[in-house]
């Protein structure tokens, strides 16, 4: 979010930089969550998205984490598909359903992704997981499921191969038809939407 210039908005939140220098506007990274069958948004999180107090897309949802409703579930896209929101919604009791990237995916299961997937992992933080984040306990472990499914887009494009890690007991069927709602809610191109969903939805 691109907010007006003041010398105070710029030293609480930095202007980026490009190939001709410093920008004018002090810029504010905001992440909101939406329930996924209202649309209904919380109390944002936000921070400087550039200078030496940046903060990410995941750390700021790793603070709304705590705020969620009871019986909450988060439902992120690849992008909020790391450990650190795993172990974030672990800690305060809410199931994750989580999209990961094919690497990710791929070092969780040990092999390589297949369609039909649908085996439970234990997911331990990387080492680059610990360096951002030294607090973590040597123990640090989120267990759950791996699931790997082909599906086709309603856009007419080729098929995909999607990775989730859930953990939710939930049949697997269940769980492909949840994240296919995550479509509820809009993405932009210049964001990324992060959805809880309360209770558990009629399928």
Not at 31 to 38: A, E, G, K, N, S
Not at 127 to 153: F, N, T
Not at 178 to 190: A, C, D, K, M, T
Request: aromatic content about 6%; charged content about 20%.
């Amino acid at each position: 979010m691109r907010m007006a210039h003041s010398p105070s908005m710029t030293q609480h939140f930095p202007p980026g930089r490009n190939q001709h220098g410093e920008n004018h506007w002090p810029v504010m990274r905001v992440l909101v969550v939406h329930d996924l069958r209202t649309g209904l948004a919380m109390r944002p999180e936000w921070g400087p998205m550039n200078g030496p107090d940046a903060v990410s897309e995941q750390y700021l949802l790793e603070k709304a984490i705590g705020r969620l409703p009871v019986g909450s579930t988060v439902i992120g896209d690849a992008n909020f598909g790391v450990f650190s929101v795993a172990c974030a919604g672990q800690q305060s009791g809410h199931p994750v359903l989580l999209r990961l990237t094919s690497v990710r995916a791929q070092r969780l299961a040990g092999e390589n992704l297949q369609d039909g997937m649908d085996r439970p992992v234990v997911w331990k933080p990387s080492r680059d997981d610990r360096r951002s984040h030294p607090d973590l306990p040597a123990d640090a472990c989120v267990r759950g499921r791996l699931i790997v499914r082909q599906v086709q887009p309603n856009n007419g494009a080729a098929p995909v191969l999607i990775a989730l890690f859930t953990t939710l007991p939930w049949a697997e069927s269940e769980i492909l038809n949840l994240y296919g709602q995550r479509w509820n809610i809009g993405v932009s191109r210049q964001g990324h939407i992060v959805q809880s969903v309360r209770d558990r939805p009629r399928l």
